[in-house]
């Protein structure tokens, strides 16, 4: 025994002389003392998550490989280490509230060999990322990011969606729209044949919510995560840089990668990689109203961002272009733009969109219109009527000629363009979405990006930018049944997870509804799941600068009350403040603007009553008007029935409101002065 203790001490007496360190850690801690992000750097460089003194995240290894072999983050050596403490407030035009409060602890770890990593700590979660602080260009292989959980903890996911049933390979999967429903399931029931794309969200053992996402993606891959082996561990997997693509896809309208390199980025001097966040909540409600994707966004480009202007738009893609009782034929024609522009006027919405039809098929040239259409008098009628146009772009037709499309259709008077089936997010991609934000800002033009990967804060740094799908959004009632594809619990679980990363184009506004039993997908006169006032709640609940109008312009103008209500919504918010809500079962949601509160509840297929306290809104003393529309008495057979009423706020600040199953109730808050 006294052998063995001899020789125990000898060793390590051998390795403490030739030089082998002990690991050090160096942490942060958020402004308020709860959260504290711990980095250890020995051998390897680990870190570990605490909050509330309970264990977020376990040691977790991270590192960055290079494409000649060199790895950083292995026999680091700490060079510098500089810590910073910020408390200010970020404008915010094109958000859900008028400022943004940016306050964190930073401690920031330079090492031997030209990179850093910085540490930052907010009140409500901590974020890393890794720097280069050498201009030397370096090809990244592979990046090593894991999420190690104290335990087999409950999950709610996204995974990558496999419609063709049949195993799919990573490759495969990297082609991807970014939309599906949530999986519910512990971590080891995790499928390691399946990539998950962000954001996610784990349940620790106190019941408190991890949602993990990322921010700042710029000049690299999104992450996505997997479990390889059913443990407790998830690991960041990225799409490579693609080293061929050919046109094709949906109407030849897609790059679609057939070669990658053997690297997932490379990157040409100083660069900034993307941000890795964990957002922690105490309760459920606070990840409705998260700020941290866009605090940790890069500041905006926009040096005057006055000219860009939210709001609504009437759409003619998911009503088939729905016109009727009119004498000419309805289609993708300039009568019938025209018609929705003289409906859009009617109602005081700001835009309309020609969505996919306007140019040619097949040609993948977005200066070859159609002979149906008279682009020109379709700009110009709008203008004499005060509504913007926006046209749908293909990826792939942008991607011929961004500066030359952007420049000739803003000088022809087009606002915006929505940009389609981009359906990747390796670096060339992103690197894409950033010509066309700057492309677009540059000549005065909003971006709605579809078939697009989750916001990572470019709404801030960009904020013509003005919208995101990555959804599964209402677009899909038209072809997916209930029993493929729960929307109703999707739409209670969404704000809590996909809604964390930014604003979201989910194309609410449904006036045909049906119940749990009487809806059915159909493609020419769709029709939502779920109540009427829940149409109405979504949009308070859902987060959309430019917010869709999804119906025909009969059907809304045979619902004149559901109608003006919805066209006097606003789409972006003084101040938001989360009241309510659980996870995949109910969620409710106040906005201010300007002296007035919009009230949104949602439920799922459970018949709720809530009662909110409206305490929090901080109202001024004085009296309010509730303007309020509810599921009505009969709404749980017949979903379009609601009921509007209007009453005084109760002394106490409660609201109560009762939803029928698959249902939702909307309310104005008016101070009776104004």
């Given at each position: 025994?006294?052998?063995?203790?001899?020789?125990?001490?000898?060793?390590?007496?051998?390795?403490?002389?030739?030089?082998?360190p002990r690991p050090k850690i160096y942490t942060v801690t958020?402004?308020?003392?709860?959260?504290?992000?711990?980095?250890?750097?020995?051998?390897?460089?680990?870190?570990?998550?605490?909050?509330?003194?309970?264990?977020?995240?376990?040691?977790?290894?991270?590192?960055?490989?290079?494409?000649?072999?060199?790895?950083?983050?292995?026999?680091?050596?700490?060079?510098?280490?500089t810590r910073t403490n910020v408390d200010k407030m970020i404008?915010?035009?094109?958000?859900?509230?008028?400022?943004?409060?940016?306050?964190?602890?930073?401690?920031?770890?330079?090492?031997?060999?030209?990179?850093?990593?910085?540490?930052?700590?907010?009140?409500?979660?901590?974020?890393?990322?890794?720097?280069?602080?050498?201009?030397?260009?370096?090809?990244?292989?592979?990046?090593?990011?894991?999420?190690?959980?104290?335990?087999?903890?409950?999950?709610?996911?996204?995974?990558?969606?496999?419609?063709?049933?049949?195993?799919?390979?990573?490759?495969?999967?990297?082609?991807?729209?970014?939309?599906?429903?949530?999986?519910?399931?512990?971590?080891?029931?995790?499928?390691?044949?399946?990539?998950?794309?962000?954001?996610?969200?784990?349940?620790?053992?106190?019941?408190?919510?991890?949602?993990?996402?990322?921010?700042?993606?710029?000049?690299?891959?999104?992450?996505?995560?997997?479990?390889?082996?059913?443990?407790?561990?998830?690991?960041?997997?990225?799409?490579?840089?693609?080293?061929?693509?050919?046109?094709?896809?949906?109407?030849?309208?897609?790059?679609?990668?057939?070669?990658?390199?053997?690297?997932?980025?490379?990157?040409?001097?100083?660069?900034?990689?993307?941000?890795?966040?964990?957002?922690?909540?105490?309760?459920?409600?606070?990840?409705?109203?998260?700020?941290?994707?866009?605090?940790?966004?890069?500041?905006?480009?926009?040096?005057?961002?006055?000219?860009?202007?939210?709001?609504?738009?009437?759409?003619?893609?998911?009503?088939?272009?729905?016109?009727?009782?009119?004498?000419?034929?309805?289609?993708?024609?300039?009568?019938?733009?025209?018609?929705?522009?003289?409906?859009?006027?009617?109602?005081?919405?700001?835009?309309?969109?020609?969505?996919?039809?306007?140019?040619?098929?097949?040609?993948?040239?977005?200066?070859?219109?159609?002979?149906?259409?008279?682009?020109?008098?379709?700009?110009?009628?709008?203008?004499?009527?005060?509504?913007?146009?926006?046209?749908?772009?293909?990826?792939?037709?942008?991607?011929?000629?961004?500066?030359?499309?952007?420049?000739?259709?803003?000088?022809?008077?087009?606002?915006?363009?929505?940009?389609?089936?981009?359906?990747?997010?390796?670096?060339?991609?992103?690197?894409?979405?950033?010509?066309?934000?700057?492309?677009?800002?540059?000549?005065?033009?909003?971006?709605?990006?579809?078939?697009?990967?989750?916001?990572?804060?470019?709404?801030?740094?960009?904020?013509?930018?003005?919208?995101?799908?990555?959804?599964?959004?209402?677009?899909?009632?038209?072809?997916?049944?209930?029993?493929?594809?729960?929307?109703?619990?999707?739409?209670?679980?969404?704000?809590?997870?996909?809604?964390?990363?930014?604003?979201?184009?989910?194309?609410?506004?449904?006036?045909?509804?049906?119940?749990?039993?009487?809806?059915?997908?159909?493609?020419?006169?769709?029709?939502?799941?779920?109540?009427?006032?829940?149409?109405?709640?979504?949009?308070?609940?859902?987060?959309?600068?430019?917010?869709?109008?999804?119906?025909?312009?009969?059907?809304?103008?045979?619902?004149?009350?559901?109608?003006?209500?919805?066209?006097?919504?606003?789409?972006?918010?003084?101040?938001?403040?989360?009241?309510?809500?659980?996870?995949?079962?109910?969620?409710?949601?106040?906005?201010?603007?300007?002296?007035?509160?919009?009230?949104?509840?949602?439920?799922?297929?459970?018949?709720?009553?809530?009662?909110?306290?409206?305490?929090?809104?901080?109202?001024?003393?004085?009296?309010?008007?509730?303007?309020?529309?509810?599921?009505?008495?009969?709404?749980?057979?017949?979903?379009?029935?609601?009921?509007?009423?209007?009453?005084?706020?109760?002394?106490?600040?409660?609201?109560?409101?009762?939803?029928?199953?698959?249902?939702?109730?909307?309310?104005?808050?008016?101070?009776?002065?104004?």
């Amino acid at each position: 025994m006294k052998k063995t203790i001899l020789l125990s001490g000898l060793i390590l007496w051998c390795g403490i002389a030739i030089g082998v360190p002990r690991p050090k850690i160096y942490t942060v801690t958020s402004p308020d003392g709860k959260n504290t992000l711990e980095l250890t750097v020995g051998e390897h460089i680990s870190y570990r998550i605490l909050s509330s003194k309970e264990l977020v995240v376990a040691p977790s290894t991270i590192s960055l490989t290079l494409a000649d072999g060199t790895v950083w983050g292995e026999n680091p050596r700490v060079a510098k280490v500089t810590r910073t403490n910020v408390d200010k407030m970020i404008s915010s035009p094109v958000y859900k509230r008028s400022e943004v409060k940016d306050h964190f602890n930073q401690t920031s770890v330079q090492f031997r060999g030209g990179y850093a990593i910085d540490l930052r700590a907010y009140d409500d979660g901590v974020a890393y990322r890794w720097r280069t602080v050498s201009d030397k260009p370096v090809q990244i292989a592979a990046e090593q990011a894991e999420f190690t959980f104290p335990g087999d903890l409950n999950a709610v996911v996204p995974y990558v969606r496999n419609r063709s049933k049949k195993k799919m390979t990573f490759t495969q999967q990297f082609a991807n729209s970014f939309e599906n429903v949530y999986t519910h399931t512990k971590l080891s029931g995790l499928d390691p044949s399946r990539l998950m794309f962000l954001p996610l969200v784990t349940e620790l053992p106190s019941g408190r919510k991890v949602c993990i996402t990322e921010a700042y993606l710029e000049g690299y891959p999104g992450m996505y995560l997997n479990n390889p082996n059913g443990g407790n561990t998830l690991k960041g997997v990225f799409a490579p840089y693609p080293k061929s693509t050919k046109t094709g896809g949906h109407n030849g309208l897609q790059h679609l990668v057939t070669e990658a390199e053997p690297y997932i980025a490379r990157i040409y001097g100083i660069h900034k990689f993307p941000w890795r966040t964990v957002i922690i909540a105490d309760q459920d409600k606070e990840l409705l109203d998260s700020d941290m994707t866009y605090k940790l966004a890069s500041p905006s480009r926009v040096d005057d961002p006055s000219w860009i202007k939210p709001g609504k738009v009437a759409w003619e893609w998911w009503n088939d272009w729905g016109v009727y009782g009119v004498d000419f034929k309805s289609g993708i024609n300039t009568q019938t733009y025209k018609h929705y522009i003289d409906f859009a006027a009617e109602h005081g919405i700001e835009y309309i969109i020609l969505d996919e039809g306007w140019s040619v098929l097949g040609k993948c040239d977005l200066l070859q219109i159609v002979p149906e259409i008279d682009l020109k008098q379709i700009i110009d009628y709008g203008q004499s009527k005060g509504v913007g146009i926006i046209l749908w772009a293909g990826y792939a037709a942008l991607d011929k000629d961004i500066e030359g499309l952007c420049k000739h259709y803003a000088q022809m008077g087009v606002k915006g363009f929505k940009v389609d089936f981009m359906n990747r997010d390796d670096q060339q991609l992103v690197e894409f979405i950033y010509k066309v934000a700057d492309a677009a800002a540059r000549n005065k033009l909003l971006v709605d990006f579809h078939g697009m990967y989750k916001p990572t804060g470019l709404n801030r740094t960009y904020p013509n930018v003005i919208n995101f799908e990555g959804v599964h959004g209402l677009e899909t009632a038209k072809w997916t049944p209930i029993e493929s594809a729960d929307q109703v619990t999707y739409d209670v679980t969404i704000p809590f997870i996909r809604m964390v990363a930014g604003p979201m184009d989910y194309t609410q506004g449904a006036m045909l509804n049906g119940t749990k039993e009487t809806f059915r997908a159909v493609n020419s006169q769709p029709m939502s799941p779920g109540t009427r006032c829940r149409q109405l709640a979504e949009y308070v609940i859902f987060e959309s600068p430019l917010n869709m109008m999804c119906d025909s312009p009969n059907n809304y103008r045979k619902e004149p009350e559901c109608t003006e209500f919805i066209a006097q919504i606003p789409t972006v918010w003084t101040q938001t403040v989360a009241l309510d809500g659980k996870i995949g079962e109910y969620a409710a949601i106040a906005r201010r603007k300007g002296n007035s509160w919009w009230v949104g509840a949602l439920t799922d297929w459970n018949a709720r009553t809530i009662t909110l306290d409206l305490l929090a809104l901080n109202l001024p003393a004085g009296k309010y008007t509730v303007t309020l529309f509810r599921d009505g008495a009969n709404a749980d057979r017949y979903a379009e029935d609601y009921k509007k009423e209007s009453f005084s706020l109760s002394p106490d600040m409660k609201l109560t409101l009762e939803m029928a199953p698959g249902g939702g109730a909307a309310a104005i808050i008016s101070p009776d002065q104004y």
